[in-house]
């Protein structure tokens, strides 16, 4: 699970640099398949060896010309609510300001753990801009130059300090953890309660901690299903809620935690280009995915939407053509007694399993059935294969040159997996490795 680190402050104290700086010193994840999504406002890096996604709330600021103060607040408010922690950002160059004052007094109130670093402070000579920040009695204040590097390995290394120990939240036995992702009014809430009231479903809610968002845990025939984060979904009336940058952070934070996302699209609006980042994300995360065009009881011409709703998928969310989709409402209940059954499916696939023997006699076909090209002077020649692990189901091949296997042959063995194994509806990785050593 990594940690939701969200960068807040004022406009144009440097939420930004600070961001890309983060970014450029804590290494991407490394990954054999690179990552779909390429956003300003949302990066997964590593920090001294601990998952983060880090935020960038700059990305959301409200044009400074408006002087939105209060929307300011509204996104603070918000940061604090879902992040793991946040950094407040201050201008040193400018001073302390009244705003940072408010904003402070805020996360102060809010019991949650945030740190203070005061921006533009470029060198040692300057830090005497940062008495007034002293004086708040915030502990400790860390002076950091963003564009230059001043002081910013050092926050790292106190900000990994404070972050917990990466580790893989143990799927629970015999359950399917649901998340239910989208934009602001797509109808989220309205289908968890739909969900929640369906026939012969048992719901049974776990005590939140501050850590942990509150779940549910439904019984539908005799299978249980824990809907991640049913809390936020449901909390309402306040304005930060309708901000659509921030749904984003939520979709990202029920995806750390879920098997299988439920992407809600509001069929009226078609597919937005957030959907489908979004999207890009559960398959970035490995997640399986469910398209949901809730609000179908809206649509007169159905057929002809369906057919547009197909092209804008081809269109948008290529990447993803194994998500299975399905049009609902949760007004009427109109199909949504299938989304259960779907889920199932789903899962089964996700968490399937393969002998090894099975694996080599497919890798073994399909090699044979189109025989890999040659690189240099010898043929690319793969070994053996092996599923490495599930959820999703993850393929690890070992050839004299992996780094020579071109995409679209790689594309193919994963194709030829999916295939054999029936794996149609979820991510299927492949990866390739050299053969280790000692067997060379
Ligand atoms: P959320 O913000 O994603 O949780 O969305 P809500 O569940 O609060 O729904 C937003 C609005 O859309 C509400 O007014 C709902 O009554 C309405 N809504 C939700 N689902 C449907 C649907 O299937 N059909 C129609 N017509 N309206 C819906």
Redesign the pocket.
């Known amino acids: 699970m990594s940690a939701l680190v969200a960068i807040v402050g004022r406009p144009n104290v440097g939420k930004s640099t600070l961001f890309n700086r983060l970014v450029g010193y804590n290494k991407a994840m490394v990954d054999d398949q690179p990552g779909v999504t390429r956003d300003r406002n949302y990066a997964q890096v590593k920090v001294r060896g601990k998952p983060v996604t880090l935020v960038d709330t700059g990305g959301f600021d409200p044009d400074l010309k408006a002087g939105l103060t209060a929307l300011v607040r509204e996104q603070t408010m918000m940061a604090l609510e879902e992040a793991d922690l946040t950094v407040f950002l201050a201008d040193g160059r400018q001073g302390l300001n009244p705003h940072d004052r408010e904003l402070l007094d805020l996360l102060r109130r809010s019991g949650r753990p945030f740190l203070l670093a005061v921006n533009k402070i470029d060198g040692p000579e300057k830090e005497a801009a940062l008495a007034d920040f002293y004086a708040l009695g915030v502990e400790p204040v860390w002076p950091v130059s963003a564009a230059h590097g001043y002081g910013v390995r050092d926050f790292i290394d106190y900000l990994a300090g404070l972050l917990p120990e990466a580790e893989e939240e143990t799927p629970p036995e015999g359950l399917v953890r649901v998340g239910v992702i989208?934009r602001?009014?797509?109808?989220?809430?309205?289908?968890v309660n739909r969900l929640l009231g369906e026939e012969r479903t048992l719901v049974a809610e776990t005590p939140g901690t501050t850590r942990d968002p509150v779940d549910v845990t439904v019984e539908h025939r005799g299978r249980f299903y824990l809907l991640v984060d049913t809390a936020g979904?449901r909390r309402?009336g306040r304005v930060s809620l309708k901000l659509e940058k921030y749904s984003v952070m939520r979709a990202l934070k029920s995806l750390e935690r879920c098997d299988v996302a439920l992407l809600?699209v509001d069929s009226v609006e078609g597919i937005t280009d957030q959907d489908a980042h979004v999207a890009g994300y559960a398959l970035d995360r490995g997640r399986g995915l469910i398209l949901v065009f809730?609000?179908?009881?809206?649509i007169k011409d159905q057929r002809a939407e369906l057919k547009k709703i197909k092209a804008s998928l081809e269109l948008k969310m290529k990447f993803l053509s194994f998500a299975p989709f399905l049009s609902?409402?949760?007004?009427?209940g109109l199909r949504t007694g299938r989304i259960f059954g779907l889920i199932d499916e789903v899962f089964a696939q996700y968490s399937f399993r393969a002998p090894t023997g099975q694996v080599n006699r497919v890798l073994e076909q399909a090699v044979l059935a189109h025989i890999p090209p040659y690189v240099g002077r010898s043929r690319l020649k793969f070994y053996y294969g092996t599923q490495v692990s599930t959820r999703p189901p993850t393929f690890v091949l070992f050839a004299n040159r992996p780094d020579k296997v071109h995409f679209s042959y790689q594309r193919y063995l994963t194709n030829s997996f999916r295939e054999a194994f029936g794996l149609d509806k979820v991510p299927v990785r492949v990866l390739l490795r050299p053969r280790p050593k000692k067997e060379r």
């Not at 602001?184 to 289908?191: F, R």
């Not at 809730?294 to 809206?298: A, H, I, S, T, V």
């Not at 609902?328 to 009427?332: K, P």
Request: proline fraction near 5%; aromatic fraction near 4%.
């Open positions: 989208g602001p009014n797509v109808g989220k809430s309205s289908l979904i309402k809600l809730n609000k179908w009881d809206l609902v409402s949760a007004l009427t």
